[in-house]
């Protein structure tokens, strides 16, 4: 999505006849957005990407909704959700809306199975594990703490080196999850003060073409409904392709944070855009520099949006007892902030060491049964002073 991106044999002209040596035709797909109107790729089958010898049902669940949650402050240990599964069958479903679901997982084992999820775009946040990321557009490197952005309706595989301890954090967005415009200039391009550049964006390779039929399953999510079509050739059977929709990763230590003179808001330290929600992300950096600064947040209400917090590494300035892997959820209308004691352990602090994924939705998130099984019952008396 950042840019364009060409790899591979593609003809000279779109929507051309392309042929082989032998004279067939390669099977130009083109994979468009917002009805042909917005970005897209075109894609150079060997063979026609409609073969398909049967669509059946496919059983897997994530989560069922928790009726009547009480609306107030939650963290939880997303580990106590923690199943059996590979790269899509192990999330946990946590909160969702209409605009986004937000998953935990522990991988712990392969498939050979292929992915794609229909109706929503895709950000793994890969908190522990390495590999590649497998699709049609080639191969991708996978390091530990990259956000992978993966286009819905892209067919893909996510292996790891081992499986040992493979951790993720997978936001669904049902609208294109984007750069933020005004990261980016008239033309496109990444601005000068962009917290990335186009440098830290990883793309896919093209590998030689895998032309081979058989029989070879695809798992496709179609909001909560899975279906798993059954394809006669193998998927990432592409000579070429062209285009700005693709799975790219870009890896959070690469994002350059904002400082400011006193305490700057989330808001600074956005990554992605999507309708209805932001992603942002917390990183190392040097703290406030106003000699009275406090570095803590101050106390804040959000009237607007419900704030996710995935914790990732080291420690957080203003929460006490928060691990990696933890999830807090602040709702809209319930204040909150620091901890007794954290404000003024801040102050005079010059850095923190701290990674965290962020998302604020505006529309409320509604919880499924795994927050009740993961959450922290006293979370919301630990403003208490003792
Ligand atoms: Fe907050």
């Known amino acids: 999505m950042p840019f364009y991106v060409k790899q591979g044999q593609i003809p000279h002209k779109r929507h051309i006849a392309f042929e082989k040596e032998n004279g067939e035709l390669y099977r130009e797909e083109l994979f468009s957005t917002h009805g042909f109107?917005?970005?897209?790729?075109?894609?150079?089958?060997?063979?026609?990407?409609?073969?398909?010898?049967?669509?059946?049902?496919?059983?897997?669940?994530?989560?069922?909704?928790?009726?009547?949650?009480?609306?107030?402050?939650?963290?939880?240990?997303?580990?106590?959700?923690?199943?059996?599964g590979n790269f899509f069958s192990a999330r946990n479903k946590i909160f969702y809306n209409k605009d986004l679901a937000l998953y935990t997982a522990k991988v712990t084992r392969d498939t050979d199975e292929?992915?794609?999820?229909?109706?929503?775009?895709?950000?793994?946040?890969?908190?522990?594990?390495?590999?590649?990321?497998?699709?049609?557009?080639?191969?991708?490197?996978?390091?530990?703490?990259?956000y992978l952005v993966i286009p819905r309706g892209t067919t893909y595989q996510l292996k790891f080196s081992d499986y040992a301890n493979v951790r993720l954090f997978v936001i669904e967005s049902f609208s294109m999850v984007e750069v933020p415009k005004h990261f980016r200039n008239e033309y496109g391009q990444l601005l000068e003060s962009a917290p990335y550049c186009e440098r830290d964006i990883r793309t896919p390779e093209l590998q030689d073409a895998v032309v081979e039929s058989g029989v070879f399953p695809l798992v496709c999510k179609f909001g909560d409904k899975?279906?798993?079509?059954?394809?006669q050739w193998h998927p990432f059977d592409l000579v070429g392709w062209d285009g700005?929709?693709?799975?790219?990763?870009?890896?959070?230590?690469?994002?350059?944070?904002?400082?400011?003179?006193?305490?700057?808001?989330?808001?600074?330290h956005l990554v992605f855009t999507a309708h209805n929600f932001v992603i942002c992300n917390f990183v190392p950096r040097p703290y406030d520099f106003h000699p009275k600064s406090i570095p803590a947040p101050y106390y804040h209400n959000n009237i607007d949006s419900d704030e996710v917090l995935y914790y990732v590494d080291g420690d957080f300035m203003s929460r006490t007892g928060i691990e990696a892997g933890y999830l807090t959820l602040h709702q809209k209308g319930v204040p909150h902030g620091p901890q007794p004691g954290r404000t003024e352990a801040s102050i005079g602090k010059k850095e923190t060491y701290e990674y965290a994924v962020m998302v604020d939705t505006f529309a409320p998130l509604q919880l499924t049964e795994h927050v009740h099984k993961c959450m922290s019952p006293d979370y919301n008396r630990s403003w208490i002073e003792d």
Not at 226 to 231: A, E, K
């Open 37 to 84: 109107s917005n970005i897209y790729s075109n894609k150079y089958h060997h063979n026609m990407p409609t073969k398909a010898l049967e669509v059946a049902p496919y059983a897997l669940g994530h989560g069922e909704a928790w009726d009547d949650p009480l609306i107030q402050n939650y963290k939880l240990d997303s580990r106590v959700a923690d199943c059996e």
């Open 114 to 146: 292929f992915y794609r999820n229909a109706y929503a775009d895709e950000v793994v946040f890969v908190h522990q594990g390495q590999g590649t990321l497998y699709s049609e557009y080639g191969t991708l490197e996978v390091k530990q703490w990259d």
């Open 226 to 231: 899975y279906q798993q079509m059954t394809l």
């Open 244 to 268: 700005c929709v693709y799975p790219w990763a870009f890896n959070i230590t690469e994002y350059a944070p904002k400082v400011g003179q006193i305490h700057l808001p989330p808001s600074d």
